[in-house]
């Protein structure tokens, strides 16, 4: 028996950190949306134990340090099943970049593992287990579009898709420590984007309302540390995108574009810059 799963990436289109919580974490009001830039993973019974994972990614651990064999190990303890898995992962969407390649394979596993095994697991269940592994993927467990609040466990779907446009992705040549960036932060100092105005932009479909108001709390610490991200930015505008702004803790920077034409350009300018250049779309389903 073999399962597959899509693992889409996720971008932000805004990102606002509100106060750091007494255990740590961060409060955060995001807008996210799955894109079509996927990885793919195949899910194979083992009756044994083990978790074997494969990848074509060189950057990645296949160890315990992975978020797919994290995510296993988590649901064996709470499921109790008994067999392992082997797990092979195409990598397509970048490592480290702000994309939530790493939780959307996490959820992709909570969804392949469950049908493996036919466990039945409870959405709730398994968006619990899911925290200590990564704060994105409870999103990612969902997609679409969404309102996502908390430390990243609420999930609110908005009623509405973007407005038909073009995303470009743009990723440097650095890798974010995401963790890193949570502990360097001072949050009296970051900038707050309007995310109430975000959200009621995409409900609208007011596409020139939602260039108004991207905005990402994290940019200004990202981009002082890697000043390229502001470069990328600046040039993304300056071919014509209608907004641009930094997805996640960076370093990869994205750019709304309603007309096919202009995103091509856009994508093209920068390809001589940058070697990770990207079209995409946003899901709707
Ligand atoms: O999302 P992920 O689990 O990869 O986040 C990595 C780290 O970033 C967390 O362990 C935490 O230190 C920090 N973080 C935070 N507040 C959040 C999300 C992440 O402080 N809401």
Redesign the pocket.
């Known amino acids: 028996m073999e399962i597959i799963e899509k693992a889409p990436a996720k971008i932000n289109l805004g990102l606002d950190v509100l106060y750091k919580r007494d255990d ?3 409060e ?1 009001e995001m807008i996210m949306a799955s894109i079509d830039l996927a990885d793919r993973l195949t899910f194979t019974p083992i009756k044994d134990e083990r978790i074997i994972i494969e990848t074509n990614s060189g950057f990645l651990p296949t160890d315990r340090k992975n978020n797919i064999f994290q995510a296993i190990e988590a649901m064996k303890k709470h499921y109790q099943f008994k067999g392992g898995a082997h797990v092979t992962l195409q990598k397509n969407i970048p490592v480290a970049a702000g994309l939530g390649g790493g ?1 959307s394979d996490a959820a992709a596993t909570f969804r392949g593992i469950n049908r493996l095994y036919n466990l039945q697991a409870d959405f709730e269940d398994l968006k619990q287990l899911s925290i200590p592994i ?3 993927i409870p999103f990612c467990m969902e997609g679409k579009t969404a309102l996502v609040t908390g ?2 466990e609420i999930v609110t779907p908005l009623s509405q898709a973007l407005p038909q446009c073009w995303v470009v992705l743009v990723k440097p040549r650095v890798s974010v420590s ?2 890193r960036v ?2 360097k932060i001072d949050v009296d100092e970051l900038g707050h984007p309007n995310i109430t105005a975000l959200k009621n932009a995409i409900e609208n479909q007011d596409y020139n309302e939602l260039t108004q108001h991207l905005g990402n709390s994290l940019e200004t610490y990202t981009s002082a540390k890697f000043p390229v991200v502001q470069l990328i930015k600046e040039k993304m505008l300056q071919f014509g995108a209608d907004a641009a702004v930094m997805s996640g803790s960076g370093p990869t920077v994205i750019a709304l574009c309603d007309k096919h034409s202009r995103a091509l350009h856009v994508a093209n300018s920068l390809k001589g810059f940058c070697q990770e250049v990207y079209i995409v779309r946003t899901l709707n389903k």
């Open positions: 740590g974490y961060h955060l939780s990564g704060t994105d430390l990243g995401t963790p949570f502990s």
